[in-house]
């Protein structure tokens, strides 16, 4: 009976792990590559990550604008780095100005409290147009 006990015990204790269903994921820093670019997440001002809203798989990424283009669903929970790069914000809350030195130079990061800037869907219209206008640059 004890036996019993024990291996239902053992089966159990990795279900409670800190495999959470929701919120952000520390990434491998310095080790984890970027899903979209494969350039290593280091710069934790500009990290990003998605968690699929249908597979709860996390993806991590060097610059919000990778995630965009990676393709983020509507209900996917999007998270990326306050500016000084120590906690994980919600994407879809916070506004983004433009300018930043990014990792892969799309230049936005999460706007300092307090100021103007783009929601994630306003940032994510322009990224693309600038993808695409330069990809047509790019292949007349």
Same mark, same amino acid.
């Given at each position: 009976?004890? !036996?019993? @006990?024990?291996?239902? @015990?053992? &089966? ?15 990434? $491998?820093?310095? !080790?984890? %590559?970027?899903?979209?670019? !494969? ?8 990290? %990003?990550?998605?968690?699929? $809203? ?12 990778? $995630?965009?283009? %990676? ?7 999007? &998270? ?23 990792? /892969? ?6 706007? %300092? ?7 994630? @869907? @306003? /940032? ?5 147009? !600038? ?10």
């Amino acid at each position: 009976m004890i !036996r019993i @006990a024990l291996l239902a @015990a053992l &089966w159990v204790l990795p279900s409670c792990g800190d495999e959470s269903t929701t919120g952000p994921v520390e990434p $491998a820093w310095d !080790r984890d %590559a970027c899903e979209h670019c !494969r350039m290593v997440v280091s710069d934790r001002r500009f990290a %990003a990550q998605v968690r699929s $809203a249908t597979t709860g798989k996390v993806l991590h990424f060097d610059d919000p604008g990778c $995630a965009i283009l %990676a393709g983020v669903g509507d209900q996917d929970e999007v &998270w990326v780095r306050d500016p000084s790069g120590s906690e994980w914000l919600d994407g879809r809350k916070v506004r983004f100005s433009s300018g930043h030195k990014t990792p /892969m130079s799309y230049g936005f990061g999460v706007a %300092a409290e307090g100021t103007d800037g783009l929601d994630w @869907a @306003a /940032m994510t219209t322009e990224i693309q147009e !600038r993808e695409s206008a330069r990809r047509e640059h790019a292949h007349p």
